[in-house]
Every structure is written in C-alpha cells, then in structure tokens.
T-cell receptor
C-alpha cells in the first residue's frame, strides 16, 4: 500500500514569490492534515480536513496561506507571498479517523525562502 | 505554552542496553498518546500508542508506560539497536484519535556500538 505522497521534496524560492505544495493521502483516509515543522521543533498543525471540509484551520495564517482539498482526496497548500520566516518543513499526513488510530506522515517538503 | 514537553533534547545509549525516553504533558484532557520516530529527511513514522485507559502498551522491543496522575509517559526500547538512532517525538490528543496531535520538541537518540 502506498503511503502519503508529497511533492516537491525540496523547494527554494525568493521571498515574496508564491509556492504550492501537493499531497496525496493514503487511499481511503478521510482525514488529511498539513503540519509545519520548524528546525528543532515538533510538527504543528496548520489545517485538518475531513473529506473536503476544513474542520480545523485555526492555526493557518490566512493572510498568506491557503489550502484546498478538492473532491476530498488530494490537497494543496499555498503560500503567497512567501516570507523568510516560512522556511520550514511542511508535512502532510492522513488518518482513517477512527479511535486509537495513528496519523501517517509523508516525507515532507523542505521550503527555503531566500 | 508547551503542552507536551520532552525535556531531554538528546540521549546516548550503548547497543543492547535500555533506552528510556520521557515525555510530560500539562493538558489533563489528553487521552491518547503516540510516539513517532523520525530519520533525517523523512517524515515521522508511527511507533506505538497508548490510550488513557491503559498504563502500559508493548510492541516487540518497544513499551510505552503512562502515568496519568503524574501526567508522564515514557518509551522504553529494549534492547537498543544502532538502527534505533533517530529523533523520537511524543504526541498527544484530546479526542481519542489522531485528529489534533500536539507534539513535543523531540529527543535525539543515539545508540552507540
């Protein structure tokens, strides 16, 4: 069974430019998450989807970040415009949503803003 | 406000010995706890979990202990192997599911020969 797939793996952009990340969750997982991981820190939740609905986006900086999950499968996370402080690893995860089950993470996209 | 704390940034253990990684939490609503392992340039990989109705869960070389009164959990790895060298994250949820995980800052485990 394929895991959570993210692309690109690495991205370097200049500040003020837009950037987008893509995620394909594990087949059948209704719940999809985007996490942000800064260096030396644990992942922090940005947004959680149940199917196509964003049910928790309280930590998403909505002035520059946006996300969508069309058709309740793949998802994209966009930053426009990017700032130097956005340099981090962006992790996508999915889970079946049932009790006592875990979230499965993709390999992440390492963003460097210069 | 760090609700999940891993106070040891690093730990070095000899191969074959026991590794004990600790995690403390402050939110009494947390009822589901997970440990993830992370290698460089990879995403976190699930290792083991425990529900608040239990105080111990075991899976092969890995055992997680939960002390609810102390708001403390620990991960024991016995025996430790060089391949266990990674960063270990403790995570907690207040929903009984993985729907909103709060992670600690991680502990880097180095298993030496």
């Amino acid at each position: 069974e394929a895991g959570v797939v993210q692309s690109p793996r690495y991205k370097i952009i200049e500040k003020k430019q837009p950037v987008a990340f893509w995620c394909n969750p594990i087949s059948g997982h209704n719940t999809l998450y985007w996490y942000l991981q800064n260096l030396g820190q644990g992942p922090e939740l940005l947004i959680r989807y149940e199917n196509e609905e964003a049910v928790d986006d309280s930590q998403l900086p909505k002035d520059r970040f946006s996300a969508e999950r069309l058709k309740g499968v793949d998802s994209t996370l966009k930053i426009q415009p990017a700032e130097l402080g956005d340099s981090a690893v962006y992790l996508c995860a999915s889970s079946p949503g049932a009790m006592n089950t875990e979230a499965f993470f993709g390999q992440g996209t390492r963003l460097t803003v210069v | 406000d760090q609700q999940v704390k891993q106070n040891s940034p690093s730990l070095s253990v000899q191969e074959g010995r026991i590794s004990i990684l600790n995690c403390d939490y402050t939110n009494s609503m947390f009822d589901y706890f997970l440990w993830y392992k992370k290698y460089p340039a990879e995403g976190p990989t699930f290792l083991i979990s425990i529900s608040s109705i239990k105080d111990k869960n075991e899976d092969g070389r890995f055992t997680v202990f939960l002390n609810k009164s102390a708001k403390h959990l620990s991960l024991h790895i016995v025996p430790s192997q060089p391949g266990d060298s990674a960063v270990y994250f403790c995570a907690a949820s207040a929903t009984g599911t993985a729907s909103k995980l709060t992670f600690g800052t991680g502990t880097r485990l180095q298993v030496t020969l």
